[in-house]
């Protein structure tokens, strides 16, 4: 996804807020911390930097997400238009992401939470995340698990995805590499695998080019996790199945299979 940077301000002026500092940046724009005018309270900005081609999926997803209540999903404010392009406005969030928890007792509540807000979404909308990676996974001091980043977030449709791989390439499931149809389960493989590097500090498949790392996802088995107990590896290992119809049915299952494995240890 081309960033255009070149051809327009990464920020501009939001009426009824005030720009503080910036806060990150990535593929589709950039984010600042910005206070409320009208109370004083913080909230986060999003300024999209995309191509045309991609911004009404984009906005699409927001508008989907808006819609959708759960703590798990950040409360989008505003989605605003100017001249200098659209931006949301978002719930600001003090948390942080991991990319390593080495305690079981507190990565399968995190894979829990995790599973419950794309549970809802996609019983909701029939939605996928689409990027479920540790980076895009957020954890609040008071113990709220979020996912604030659904602009990648669309329904299963090949057609749309045409001559494009949507996510980041390291999470995702074999089928999105063989353009074939995606459900529920292509986000749960890609759980599976933010579980993996959770635990191990580093994802299962790692490749030079991109042809490689489709063919490990596609053929590759997964590599033990040293250290985890058997119960939790084999939750992972079918979760991470090279075929969807070899992991778990839903999310109600992969929930049931999680909370077994907290009961058991």
Not at 31 to 53: H, N, P, Q, T
Not at 56 to 69: D, P, Q, S
Not at 214 to 222: D, G, P, R, S
């Amino acid at each position: 996804m081309d960033s255009g940077r070149g051809q327009r301000e990464e920020a501009w002026p939001i009426p009824g807020y005030t720009l503080m500092r910036r806060l990150g940046a990535g593929a589709s724009g950039a984010v600042f911390l910005a206070r409320r005018d009208r109370d004083r309270g913080l909230a986060a900005v999003k300024f999209f930097c995309v191509e045309s081609v991609w911004l009404e999926r984009v906005l699409a997803a927001l508008r989907m997400i808006r819609g959708v209540r759960h703590p798990g999903i950040p409360v989008i404010e505003a989605l605003i238009e100017a001249p200098e392009g659209w931006a949301a406005v978002m719930e600001y969030l003090p948390g942080c992401s991991h990319s390593r928890i080495t305690r079981l007792a507190d990565l399968l509540p995190a894979a829990r939470k995790t599973a419950e807000v794309l549970q809802h979404v996609w019983c909701e909308r029939g939605w996928l995340h689409r990027d479920i990676k540790p980076d895009n996974i957020r954890f609040l001091p008071e113990g709220r698990v979020v996912l604030p980043d659904w602009h990648l977030a669309a329904p299963p449709d090949r057609e749309r995805d045409a001559g494009f791989l949507i996510g980041t390439p390291a999470y995702l499931a074999p089928e999105a590499f063989a353009a074939a149809e995606l459900d529920d389960r292509s986000d749960q493989y890609s759980l599976g695998i933010t579980m993996f590097r959770w635990w191990c500090g580093h994802v299962p498949f790692r490749a030079r080019t991109l042809e490689r790392l489709a063919e490990a996802h596609l053929l590759w088995e997964l590599p033990a996790l040293p250290g985890m107990p058997e119960a939790a590896a084999r939750v992972i290992r079918r979760m991470t199945a090279k075929h969807p119809d070899e992991r778990y049915n839903d999310w109600i299952d992969v929930l049931d299979a999680l909370d077994e494995v907290r009961q058991d240890g």
